[in-house]
């Protein structure tokens, strides 16, 4: 079955960076699109990237554009999020998320890594 | 583009109908292929997002037919036909015409 399972969260301070990390088994990984999207505590869901199957095509949300970088290893199923000068406002749980071949939107999601940025 | 959900919060007795609305600050309607690029999610308390349906009325496999979508270009409904217990969650809209997707702020359903 579709497996995704998110890791790297920690507490951090602003001005940091983190790696997010998001193992995924139980599809072809190297064919499909993926999502990353968080949850900030009280503020419901923000769209943050999408990295196309190959790697060679990212769009990003206009909070994260040039902190973030969405990145992915085929061979070893993984995809990455590189988080640098983290702010407090970006806090909250991480979720990878597998691109529907339908529509190219958020279809089955991980169950999230938390972060949180503060001094 | 902007989603905005109604109403914030919504409580409905067991067997009722709830009916939550989005609506999009452009329209999703992609007149090429006639799709309106709507999903709906259910995120219940301590799990991640589900998806309900997309094309704005086409139920994902395995969810229950009383989740009826519908609406078309800037302006949509997700209904639940009869209210069940294990229906209460939060329910967000989203559109994926254009990137970035943006979500509606979510709205909270509840048992009166």
């Known amino acids: 079955q579709v497996q995704l399972v998110e890791s790297g969260g920690d507490v951090v301070q602003p001005g940091r960076s983190l790696r997010l990390s998001c193992a995924a088994s139980g599809f072809t990984f190297s064919s499909t699109a993926m999502h990353w999207v968080r949850e900030a505590p009280g503020k419901g869901l923000e769209w943050m990237a999408v990295i196309s199957h190959d790697g060679k095509t990212i769009y990003y949300g206009d909070s994260v554009k040039g902190r973030f970088t969405a990145s992915r290893d085929n061979p070893r199923n993984t995809l990455f999020l590189q988080m640098n000068s983290l702010r407090v406002e970006d806090t909250g749980v991480y979720y990878c998320?597998?691109?529907?071949?339908?529509?190219?939107?958020?279809?089955?999601w991980g169950q999230g890594t938390l972060v949180t940025v503060s001094s | 583009i902007v989603m905005t959900q109604s109403p914030d919060s919504l409580a409905v007795s067991l067997g009722e109908r709830a009916t939550i609305n989005c609506k999009s600050s452009q329209s999703v309607l992609y007149r090429s292929n006639n799709k309106n690029y709507l999903a709906w999610y259910q995120q219940k308390p301590g799990q991640p997002p589900k998806l309900l349906i997309y094309?704005?009325?086409t139920r994902e496999f395995g969810v229950p037919d009383r989740f009826g979508g519908s609406g078309s270009g800037t302006d949509f409904t997700l209904t639940i036909s009869s209210l069940q217990a294990e229906d209460v969650a939060l329910y967000y809209c989203q559109q994926y015409f254009t990137t970035p997707f943006t979500f509606g702020q979510g709205t909270k359903l509840e048992i009166k």
């Open positions: 998320v597998r691109s529907s071949v339908r529509t190219g939107t958020t279809e089955f």
């Open positions: 094309w704005a009325s």
